[in-house]
């Protein structure tokens, strides 16, 4: 056509100096190693079928979309598409909210409308044509973004050890924790010390009576307070714990409703400790006074991890430092 100085399908310049000169664009940088794959492919094996070719260059063009769209808008960056990016406003906004509130339901529901954002801005830079149907694009929208939503609740555990996110089915005022809370765990720093709340790995310990106890707490996880160290003789009583005769304050090592009102004297190896977690009673428990000692001791290998933040609800967050209390245990 005349006045025509790009091609409509490639987008070459052209110039029309006597004779006509094409001047192909620049290939992106992404691009170049497949290229060079290819090239190496054909002096290989020899020319490849072009509709071969083609398969494997919009496949790896698409890979590498994948691969960049990790990063919320980066391919429509790379190739100056901006008319997209407010999406990644949207995502980003969602992503905040659902991290500051997270382990709360809205936080979830943020955390997934982020992972759906995420897919929506991953598909349509390059996969949205290729799918013909409804259907089909409602399905790697919904697979996509559960795939998202997985790895965001899996980024905590690879960037914080130990990371584990508990509802607290203990009471401890002093703490400022209560039943129903949500705590942030870590990997335990350093050996156990009276007071602490830890995480206890119940896979590794039988629960007694299992008509008649049942343990709370998430999974294999339980959370619990150490009362009782090694080598050390833990009394329950009436009006709380005492250690080697001495009582402790209740106010401090408040005892689990399950045991109150009960009495037991647990002696402790130089491997174990007494943490106090709390069980559901869900039915008439024996009498036993062997019942504390073989519900909460526990082999030092078990715990492994220390509540480190109060998560949940927002007005009591906060880190949960042992200097707060320390001082005045006995």
């Known amino acids: 056509m005349p006045d025509q100085v790009r091609c409509f399908r490639c987008g070459t310049v052209l110039i029309a100096d006597g004779g006509v000169a094409i001047i192909p664009p620049r290939m992106a940088r992404w691009k170049r190693p497949f290229r060079r794959a290819s090239r190496v492919l054909r002096s290989s094996f020899g020319q490849l079928d072009p509709k071969v070719e083609q398969a494997v260059s919009s496949a790896g063009g698409i890979f590498v979309d994948i691969a960049l769209g990790l990063i919320p808008g980066l391919p429509f960056v790379i190739t100056g598409r901006f008319g997209k990016l407010w999406l990644v406003l949207v995502w980003l906004v969602l992503a905040v909210v659902g991290v500051w509130s997270y382990g709360h339901p809205i936080g979830m529901w943020c955390i997934g409308l982020a992972a759906a954002v995420h897919a929506w801005l991953i598909i349509t830079s390059r996969i949205w044509p290729l799918l013909k149907t409804y259907v089909d694009r409602l399905a790697v929208v919904l697979v996509t973004a559960g795939a998202l939503t997985g790895m965001y609740l899996c980024l905590p555990r690879l960037f914080i050890p130990g990371f584990a996110l508990i509802r607290s089915p203990i009471e401890v005022p002093v703490l400022q924790v209560h039943e129903g809370d949500v705590l942030i765990a870590t990997r335990l720093a350093m050996p156990p010390v009276r007071g602490m709340l830890v995480t206890v790995r119940a896979s590794r310990f039988a629960v007694p009576y299992g008509h008649g106890l049942a343990r709370s707490g998430p999974g294999g996880i339980a959370l619990g307070q150490v009362i009782g160290l090694p080598g050390e003789v833990v009394e329950v009583r009436a009006d709380g714990f005492y250690i080697n005769g001495s009582q402790l304050d209740s106010k401090l090592y408040p005892v689990p409703t399950w045991l109150a009102g009960r009495q037991a004297m647990v002696r402790l190896d130089q491997d174990e400790y007494f943490v106090a977690m709390q069980y559901r009673i869900a039915g008439q428990l ?41 001082g005045s245990l006995g």
């Open 286 to 326: 024996p009498n036993d006074t062997r019942l504390p000692g073989n519900a909460c001791r526990v082999k030092a290998e078990q715990i492994v991890g220390q509540v480190a933040l109060r998560w949940w609800p927002l007005a009591r967050r906060g880190r949960i430092r042992l200097e707060q209390w320390t």
